[in-house]
């Protein structure tokens, strides 16, 4: 399901010819704009869903709805977000050692719990089995 355009639902009729471009990269800002009566939006259907649901917009144009399309994430350099941060690289490699540090410890935790899962395994193996011989001894004893 891609977007919806929907409208407000206002009980007044008026003639509205919007001039320029609006611009904004906040679906909730455009649904609230559109909710107040701002004019038509065409949003994803998660910002619509509950406007629809409660009555706030209508969908309209529903033989114009546009195809569904891919997102692209595209992340830039890390050298450029280190710049815009105000981070120093050397800080940011400092800090994957010190993360680097941490997760090794975690790994011998793990390596720990997974050999004394195999411990008890062969504890309780030998448990069944004294109670087994137990039980067959004490059979024998009658």
């Given amino acids: ?81 280190l710049q815009r941060l105000g981070v120093g690289q050397h800080s940011l490699y400092a800090w994957k050692r010190q993360l680097g540090k941490q997760v090794s410890g975690d790994a011998g935790k793990d390596a720990e719990i997974r050999q004394l899962k195999r411990e008890l395994a062969r504890v309780t193996e030998e448990r069944d089995i004294l109670k087994k011989a137990t039980a067959y001894f004490a059979r024998d004893a009658k």
């Fill in 1 to 81: 399901m891609g977007e919806r355009f929907v409208a407000p639902i206002i009980r007044r009729f008026a003639m509205h010819h919007p001039k320029g471009r609006f611009r904004c990269n906040s679906g909730q800002a455009v649904i609230d704009a559109c909710v107040s009566g701002l004019d038509i939006c065409p949003l994803p259907h998660f910002y619509v869903l509950p406007y629809l649901d409660h009555g706030m917009v209508t969908l309209i144009l529903e033989k114009f709805q546009p195809e569904n399309e891919t997102i692209w994430a595209v992340y830039p350099p890390v050298a450029e977000v």
